[in-house]
């Protein structure tokens, strides 16, 4: 038996399924960030006229005038199920995912210097979810668990060049966290085979972003461009294997433990949208969106191992370049009350072949709802979100011994969002 062999075999097969699966695709990315924007489906950047505007277009804050705050967060609750209709025990042949709530928190504070220039600090989690699968079904070798969060802090300046056109930017520090629990079927031909808990426990790394944008403002009409650069994260962290089911003579050929280090990527992004105040009362807005996830073409792993060498491993991704098209309304029930309605599409980078539990990605629609109350300087707002993924169906990796065939992914969600504004 050769004991560095198995050790990197074990090591190396864990570290690949770990990373393919989290790498996902837009149903990481969570785009509500100001309750506002949210009842329109997030078609703002061609109005952008709160704090939230550091997010989806930070050249909205030009028009922002003293000091302003927005804070809030938005309740996400996933739920899905997995078909496997070729699985021979019926108790595992429709698998739901486990209950989860996360909560991407927002904060940003404007304060205008002068009549044309205002700065700005945002802080928001755009990219950062998650699944939970029974520990003992059968994809268990691919994903129990996954949690993705990223954290950006965006300072941001706008500036108004005339009276109808301005342009903002603005620089990002990214901190981002990755944390997956799988577990891995080791066998060693004539000795042993058994089921050994195997857990990625926050690889974490720090990076930069930049985005900038443009508004231009004339009459009832209203059209915005925003940019978000793609950005590369290079995560490392510990690498570990519950090795305590395994018998003690074979404990020197089974690792337990690994360093691992990967470099995500993550898409850049293009929005163009356009409002329309049709009456006093009611502002239509359509927006368009370019995510540029082709570059995520491959991505490099390397696996330290405690006291063997190391490995570095390239992955082959097919990711393609999607398209959100986002719709809104706003209607003013009163000077102070407003009601929002949208509507979204949504498309999935993800070839259908990398397709697995830790984040079933797929072609979505959304429908939104949300209102709106000012008192004074205070403001409220409320959004709600409802998801629609389409159903996908997927070959399942040969993970286990065995033939899984093909498994059907079902998947919806439900988001509430909520932003308090104050305006000193």
Not at 98 to 117: A, E, K, M, N
Not at 167 to 182: D, E, K, M
Not at 247 to 263: E, Q, R
């Amino acid at each position: 038996m050769e004991g560095r062999t198995v050790k990197k075999v074990s090591i190396l097969a864990v570290a690949l399924l770990l990373v393919c699966s989290l790498a996902s695709g837009s149903g990481f990315l969570i785009y509500e960030h100001g309750a506002a924007a949210m009842g329109m489906a997030g078609a703002f950047v061609s109005i952008a006229n709160n704090p939230t505007a550091i997010f989806y277009n930070p050249a909205g804050i030009a028009w922002l005038r003293g000091t302003q705050i927005n804070v809030g967060g938005t309740f996400v609750f996933p739920a899905g199920w997995l078909q496997l209709p070729n699985w021979p025990d019926p108790a595992y042949q429709k698998v739901y995912q486990l209950d989860q709530t996360f909560f991407p928190p927002h904060f940003y504070l404007t304060q205008s210097l002068g009549s044309r220039v205002t700065v700005g600090l945002g802080f928001f989690a755009p990219y950062g979810l998650g699944t939970s699968w029974p520990v003992n079904y059968p994809l268990r070798y691919i994903s129990t668990e996954t949690s993705l969060q990223t954290m950006f802090i965006n300072p941001t300046i706008g500036i108004k060049l005339t009276d109808h056109l301005s342009i903002g930017a603005g620089v990002s520090y990214i901190h981002a966290t990755l944390s997956q629990n799988l577990v891995q079927y080791v066998e060693i031909p004539d000795t042993w085979a058994g089921d050994i808990p195997a857990s990625l426990s926050k690889a974490k790394g720090n990076t930069v972003g930049f985005n900038a944008g443009l508004l231009f403002k004339k009459d009832k009409f209203s059209a915005g461009f925003n940019w978000r650069s793609s950005f590369n994260v290079d995560l490392s962290g510990p690498l570990t294997l519950d090795t305590s089911r395994v018998p003690s003579a074979l404990l020197p050929y089974i690792p337990s433990s690994a360093d691992v280090a990967l470099t995500f990527k993550y898409p850049g992004i293009f929005g163009l949208g356009f409002a329309y105040q049709a009456t006093p009362k009611l502002l239509l807005s359509v927006e368009g969106q370019l995510f540029t996830w082709s570059n995520y073409d491959n991505y490099v792993i390397e696996i330290n191992y405690a006291d063997d060498g190391n490995d570095e491993q390239l992955v082959e991704q097919n990711f393609k370049d999607t398209i959100i098209l986002r719709a809104g309304a706003q209607y003013l029930l009163k000077d102070n009350i407003a009601l929002r309605l949208g509507a979204l599409y949504d498309q999935a980078p993800q070839p259908v072949e990398t397709m697995d539990p830790s984040l079933p990605d797929a072609n979505r629609v959304a429908f939104t709802a949300g209102f709106g109350y000012t008192k004074g300087r205070f403001e409220v707002n409320l959004g709600y979100q409802y998801e629609i993924f389409s159903d996908r169906t997927s070959p399942n990796r040969n993970i286990y011994p065995g033939s899984l065939g093909e498994g059907k992914y079902h998947t919806r969600g439900q988001l509430l969002g909520f932003t308090f504004g104050y305006k000193f």
